[in-house]
């Protein structure tokens, strides 16, 4: 889990002092044997939001991220 803050934005239409937070959590499995080994599927999800003042700079919102990384060994 991490958590980010912005803060003293300026979008251009204020003083500098809008805000922004994001916080987010990652999960990651990675194939131990088999035929799909080393196949590595991760999952992130964050959450992002943003002061009023700065919403010229920014918009808030949900976010949900699917990976997954499979090497192939080419030479």
Same mark, same amino acid.
């Given at each position: 889990?991490?958590y980010?803050?912005?803060?003293? @934005?300026? +979008?251009?239409? =204020?003083? %500098?002092? %809008?805000? /922004? !937070? /994001? @916080?987010?959590?990652?999960f990651?499995?990675?194939?131990q044997?088999?035929?799909?080994? +080393? #196949?590595?599927? !991760?999952? !992130?999800?964050s959450? #992002?939001?943003?002061? =009023?003042?700065a919403?010229?700079y =920014?918009?808030?919102?949900? /976010?949900?991220r699917?990976?997954? +990384?499979?090497? @192939?060994?080419?030479?």
């Open positions: 889990m991490a980010v803050r912005g803060t003293n @934005i300026d +979008d251009g239409s =204020n003083r %500098g002092d %809008g805000t /922004e !937070r /994001e @916080i987010f959590n990652q990651k499995y990675v194939v044997s088999g035929p799909a080994k +080393d #196949l590595s599927l !991760r999952a !992130r999800a959450w #992002l939001r943003v002061s =009023n003042n919403s010229n =920014n918009v808030g919102g949900n /976010e949900l699917l990976f997954a +990384d499979y090497p @192939i060994n080419v030479f």
